[in-house]
């Protein structure tokens, strides 16, 4: 016995990696697929694409709920598309994360199909068609009628169903990351570059870029060095939202090991310290904790799967609202430049929304409204005054002078500190 744990701690110093953090890595691992599946259980709304995927590229699995969320994602999530197509909106980027959990699954995607003006056509005829727009839209307009990041995710999801995505559907995005047209608000989205990383890594896989070998790239020369660049001196690529999205990136195209190293490190403190809670950035680290990029779903076979994953039932949690409170300044600056200033008294720990929400009930004027989407929610309406992507814009959080990296659903209120909501231009 003694020899034997000689034997296996020799081993591990030997490969580098102690056993014990290979142990508490693999069993992090476990612990973020785990609350990934929990939260298929209390989701009110749509059930969420993106979440699947991750559930899908996992080592581990339980069979049986994700064949359930398949099913949930085939009605409701199909219906909700389905009257987003027949009311002529541009859903590319959801078009594009259900073709990606359906091919997750390998389900047979010729099997799926949309009625759009009596005529049923597949899943993938949809995709394409809605790039066909947003491509003639950056023709005409230089940016695509949803963004950048969804544009990317279409070509994604096309190409890893062998599509042959039109050249000058990829054209665009090269002369995009060329121009560096991708913005998230007033700064660079790594989050666009990763996704844009991987869609035209695909498309080179694909071999049909014959044309533009050269360009093609260059794009991604210079994708690697712009997630490179954006490291910080604590490892995160970006921020810790889309460090997730950057390493995948990286394993897309092949980077050294040495060049994610460190990001690995920052996500897995992150997931120690329980930073995503949220499962939509749960969906988008965890593939990549596993070594692995939404790529990899083209040759997924789903054969011999591990079906190993339970879940022990949950501890009921009630969280008291905390005695203690915090003085939240909450500053309005609507399009036209008006401010009015509000304050309310927030439990600590309490989120963004329930400090709005204390603030409105006390009818000093206060008003919002939000939106759902598969972050939570967005706020979307402020004191009757509607930022609206149509017209490109939204309203932007901020707290003491930095924005948030959070929406009001997940930014916990900790100190007393001032929210500047403002409406501004994208
Ligand atoms: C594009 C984008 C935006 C655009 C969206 C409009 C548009 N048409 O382009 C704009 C610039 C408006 C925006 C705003 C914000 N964003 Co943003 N956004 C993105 C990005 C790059 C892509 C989203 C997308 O299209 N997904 C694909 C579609 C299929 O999914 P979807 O859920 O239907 O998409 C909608 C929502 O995601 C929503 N949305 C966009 N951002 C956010 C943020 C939050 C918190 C919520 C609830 C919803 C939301 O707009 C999308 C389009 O309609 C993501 C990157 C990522 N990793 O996901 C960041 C991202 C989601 N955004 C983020 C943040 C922090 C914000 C802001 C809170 C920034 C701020 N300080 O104000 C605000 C939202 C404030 C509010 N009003 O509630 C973070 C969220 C992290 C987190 N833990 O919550 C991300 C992950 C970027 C990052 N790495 O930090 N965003």
């Not at 059930?47 to 339980?62: E, F, G, K, Y």
Request: proline fraction near 3%.
């Amino acid at each position: 016995m003694l020899s034997l744990v000689i034997i296996t701690s020799l081993l591990a110093f030997a490969s580098g990696k102690p056993c014990d953090a290979e142990g508490s890595n693999s069993e992090l691992l476990l612990s973020l697929n785990k609350n990934l599946l929990r939260s298929l259980e209390g989701q009110d709304g749509l059930p969420n694409p993106s979440v699947h995927l991750a559930l899908r590229l996992s080592d581990n699995h339980n069979l049986a709920k994700e064949s359930e969320h398949l099913n949930k994602l085939k009605n409701n999530l199909h219906n909700d598309i389905q009257s987003s197509l027949t009311n002529s909106q541009s859903v590319v980027g959801l078009l594009a994360l259900y073709t990606l959990a359906l091919k997750s699954s390998c389900y047979d995607l010729n099997t799926i199909t949309f009625t759009v003006s009596e005529k049923s056509e597949t899943l993938l005829t949809h995709l394409k068609k809605q790039m066909e727009q947003e491509k003639d839209h950056i023709a005409f307009s230089h940016r695509p009628l949803t963004n950048y990041y969804q544009y990317s995710l279409g070509v994604l999801a096309l190409c890893v169903s062998g599509i042959r995505v039109n050249n000058h559907v990829s054209n665009k995005l090269i002369k995009a990351v060329e121009h560096e047209h991708f913005k998230h608000g007033g700064s660079e989205s790594i989050d666009t570059y990763a996704m844009a990383g991987m869609a035209l890594q695909c498309v080179k896989e694909a071999g049909s870029h014959v044309h533009n070998a050269a360009e093609l790239d260059t794009a991604l020369s210079k994708i690697k060095q712009k997630l490179l660049a954006s490291r910080r001196t604590d490892g995160h690529l970006g921020n810790e939202f889309s460090t997730g999205l950057a390493v995948q990136a990286l394993l897309a195209m092949g980077s050294p090991v040495a060049e994610y190293t460190e990001s690995m490190v920052a996500m897995r403190t992150d997931a120690k310290r329980n930073a995503y809670d949220n499962p939509m950035a749960i969906s988008q680290v965890l593939p990549a904790l596993h070594q692995k990029s939404y790529l990899t779903v083209k040759s997924k076979d789903c054969l011999n799967e591990d079906d190993t994953l339970v879940l022990e039932p949950a501890d009921p949690v009630v969280v008291l609202p905390s005695e203690t409170k915090m003085a939240v300044t909450v500053e309005v600056v609507t399009s036209s430049g008006a401010t009015a200033v509000y304050s309310v008294d927030a439990p600590k720990g309490s989120s963004l929304l329930e400090a709005l929400e204390l603030l409105k009930g006390k009818n000093v004027g206060f008003t919002f409204e939000k939106e759902s989407s598969l972050w939570g929610p967005f706020l979307s309406v402020v004191n009757g005054e509607q930022a609206r992507q149509s017209d490109r814009r939204y309203w932007h959080l901020s707290s003491d002078g930095t924005a948030l990296s959070q929406g009001v659903g997940d930014f916990k209120i900790e100190a007393a500190q001032k929210i500047t909501i403002k409406n501004t231009t994208y």
